[in-house]
Structure formats: C-alpha cells, structure tokens
C-alpha cells in the first residue's frame, strides 16, 4: 500500500509541475501576443509626420532691439488630418533672383518635445540675428534677403515665403529655438 501512494503522489507532482509550465507559456504567449496588438494598434492611431504637403508657413518680426532682430516662423497644418513634427527647421535665404544667400543656421539647446497637430494648429520657431556688420561683411547688394525657405524637420523639401526683414549680418547668422506649439510670440 505504501508503494501506491509514493506513485501516486509522484504522478501528482508531475503533473502539478506539467500543469505550471503549460500555464507559464500561455501567459507568455499571451502577453507577446497582447503586446503586440497593443503596438499595432499604437502605430496605426499614430498621425502622420508634418511635410510640406501638410504645413503652410509664414514669417512675422518681432519687436527689434539695438542692432539686434527677431522673427517668429510659424508653420500651420492645413491639412484635414493630425499630423506631429519635432525639432529644428532648415533655413535658407535667398536672394532675388531666387539664389542663395549665405546662411548659417545655430540651433540654440532646448527641449525638443513631440508635437501633435490637429487641423489648423500652428507651431513655431523664434529666429534671432543681428544687423551689425563684422570685419568682412559683404556689400549691401550680396547680404539683401527677399526670401526664405524653410524645411520641416526631417524633411527634404521646403516651403518658401517672402523675407522683408532686412539684412542678416555677421556672415548669415541666424539663432533659432526648436519648434513649439502655438503661433508664438506677437
């Protein structure tokens, strides 16, 4: 009789044990099958990246300093859809003939958070440069911007809008801030 109940009881552990492990690999299937229903489902509600297809842009000044200028760029999605950008734009000026003047963008540090943008919401980045003239600044004719293009982050192509804010000095530069939520300052 005593050899009946240590089978037994061997059998009972065994399949305790059996029991836990098929358990054990169902929850994990489970939770690997859970979670990716979860990131497809995360993915497929994830709004498109803003390009130039999506954003309109305009420039308006903002109140000068001694020698010093500021602008806000204020890209707007004009699109029927949500759309999210992140980071810096691209920036180039150009002249009247459509060429480039010499431009050299500076990204001042900062937090560049994910924005979501929802039909008509704007984003925007300060611009900051300066009309005192360096060692070296070319003549008035070589440094008169009448345009600007601006690239969207992560972007290839650009979106160009008038530039009737003067000259950029020492050597084309231009500060800019990443890109927030809201039209900006006024």
Known sequence: ?????????????????????LALVGFTAGSSQAAAASQSRTTAARPAWADTSSLSVRIHALDPGAGQ?????????????TVRTQGYVGLQLLNSH??????????????????????GQSVHTTLHWTIVGSTGEPTKAEKNPTGLEVTPPDSRHHLTTAWKLGDVLQKGRIDITPLAKGSGPK
């Open 98 to 119: 459509g060429k480039n003047v010499t431009t050299r963008v500076v990204r001042d540090a900062g937090h560049t958070p994910l924005i979501t943008l929802k039909p």
């Open 69 to 81: 200028r500021y602008a806000s760029v204020v890209l707007t999605n004009r699109t029927h859809k």
């Open 1 to 21: 009789m005593r050899n009946n109940q240590r089978t037994r009881l061997r059998v009972t552990s065994g399949a305790i044990a059996a029991a836990s492990a």
